[in-house]
């Protein structure tokens, strides 16, 4: 299996600018989570999907932000208009969970490393 | 907020020696997940231990949990300069997983 792939892996852009990140899960997992890390506010999680269906999102950052999953295989995360305090690294990652919100083992994505001018 | 809360910040041992690093979490718990990170790459999972377990196994690595005193340890044996990496503990609250700032532990050869 590839793992989790992520992309694009870098992204500069200007600031006002939208900017999307991909994200292709594990095949068969059905639980997928964006998370942000960045120098000061470390490992942040921001939206969890469990069977393409968003649980939480109350890790979004503000209106800025939007993530979907159209399909077990794919999902973006959005950010429009962005700003310099977006750069950040974004990861992704998948996991299998039979029941209820138990956290089992995630694996994460290489990660996309934006930065936002 | 972050939930779990890692301890020391950063740790510099000579290889060959034990390293031990602490998390400490303010809610009740379904389980706690200890993380590697490797510079500019994505997490891997280390270890799971359930709320129930108190001691858990992996090779060189030794985790505990203490539900008491919601705390838990992550101890490397014999450490290598690979395991030179920033090391996370993760808590599951609800619907939601928090990440610790992590512990920077750098092995010397």
């Known amino acids: 299996d590839a793992g989790v792939i992520q992309s694009p892996r870098h992204e500069v852009t200007e600031m006002g600018q939208e900017v999307t990140l991909r994200c292709k899960p594990i095949s068969g997992h059905n639980s997928l989570f964006w998370y942000r890390q960045t120098m000061m506010r470390g490992l942040e999680l921001l939206i969890y999907?469990?069977?393409?269906?968003?649980?939480?999102d109350s890790g979004m950052p503000e209106d800025r932000f939007s993530a979907k999953m159209p399909n077990a295989s794919f999902s973006t995360l959005k950010i429009q208009p962005s700003e310099p305090r977006d750069s950040a690294v974004y990861f992704c990652a998948s996991s299998f969970g039979s029941s209820g919100f138990s956290y089992n083992e995630q694996f994460f994505g290489p990660g996309t490393r934006l930065t936002v001018l | 907020s972050q939930q779990g809360e890692e301890d020391p910040q950063a740790l510099s041992i000579q290889e060959g020696e034990n390293a031990t690093m602490n998390c400490s979490y303010k809610t009740s718990i379904n389980n706690l997940q200890w993380y590697r990170q490797n510079s500019g790459r994505g997490l891997v999972h280390l270890i799971l231990?359930?709320?129930?377990?108190r001691e858990k196994h992996s090779g060189r690595l030794r985790v505990t949990l203490d539900t008491s005193k919601k705390s838990s340890s992550l101890l490397i044996t014999a450490s290598r300069a690979a395991d030179t990496a920033s090391y996370f503990c993760a808590t599951d609250e609800g619907n939601d997983m928090r990440f610790g700032a992590g512990t920077r532990l750098t092995v010397k050869p």
């Open positions: 231990i359930r709320s129930n377990e």
């Open positions: 999907f469990n069977n393409n269906v968003p649980i939480d």
